[in-house]
């Protein structure tokens, strides 16, 4: 099959090449891997012939006279051989498990050979991996299963790791209220005793300035008794002055 741009490069006259990008479909079946389990593949490549002047010669000289599904099938031989090839290298594990790597290696080793056609491999991909014991589907059951695993495995050491997080952070806001506790409590005990103490230096001021009154008190009930004696005194000396002042007269 073919898609692309429809462009033809002259060649000489009546001789003509496509250089529209052509898809092909390379397929192998029943090929050993590494391990000796035989294995169908398929993928999809894009082609196209190169258009500098030495590649068009390249070309030229490989499919002038050739039509267009010849030159295709030239192609995909080519590329379905070095996709045998490289297949028998791998484990069925590695073709499974890294799809675009297979796809690249097949790329890299058949793209020189083609080259040398005047070809360029555009793009390859696998698209389909089949085999006739069920090895690949086993492949998937086990993998399915590690990546549960796995998965179990990742929620489990996350609940740990949270749960040992979660407990740091109590112990870590159990020793904040601790020492937050022990601050309000050191404090309160400075304020009792500097309010005792206060209460006790107010309870002193305030007996001194009782005593004091009483003092003063005293001082001031005696003062007016002295004053009271000797207003009697005084007033005894006149009542005898006047008494003398009487008995003289008569």
């Known amino acids: 099959t073919s898609s692309g741009i429809n462009a033809e490069w002259p060649l000489r ?15 192998i079946s029943s090929v050993e891997t590494k391990e000796g389990v035989a294995v169908t593949c398929s993928g999809v490549a894009q082609v196209c012939v190169m258009k500098e002047p030495q590649m068009l010669e390249f070309a030229a000289e490989q499919f002038v006279g050739k039509s267009q599904a010849q030159l295709e099938e030239i192609i995909l031989q080519t590329i379905e ?11 069925v594990e590695e073709i499974y ?13 058949a793209g020189p050979d083609v080259s040398k056609m005047g070809i360029r491999i555009i793009s390859f991909v ?4 089949t085999d006739n014991v069920d090895y690949l589907k086993s492949l998937g059951v086990k993998r399915a299963a590690e990546v549960k695993r796995d998965a179990e ?7 740990a790791i949270s749960g040992s997080k979660t407990a740091e ?10 020492a937050c506790d022990a601050l309000i409590a050191e404090n309160k005990r ?11 230096e107010v309870n002193m001021k305030k007996a001194e300035a009782e005593l004091a009154y009483e003092l003063q ?9 002295d004053e009271k004696m000797q207003i009697e005194v005084v007033e005894k000396r006149k009542k005898y002055r006047l008494r003398l002042c009487v008995d003289t007269t008569a």
Do not use: C, W
């Open 13 to 27: 006259p009546g001789d003509k090449i496509s250089l529209r990008v052509m898809t092909l479909t390379p397929s």
């Open 81 to 91: 051989g070095h996709f045998r090839a490289i297949l028998g290298t791998m484990t």
């Open 97 to 109: 498990s890294d799809r675009e790597g297979f796809a690249t290696n097949v790329r890299a080793i």
């Open 126 to 129: 696998i698209q389909n991996i």
């Open 153 to 159: 495995i990742g929620v489990a050491n996350s609940a």
């Open 169 to 178: 952070a109590e112990r870590e806001r159990m020793e904040s209220k601790y």
């Open 190 to 200: 400075s304020y009792e005793l500097k309010q005792a103490e206060f209460s006790q």
């Open 217 to 225: 008190a005293a001082k001031e009930q005696q003062s007016i008794k």
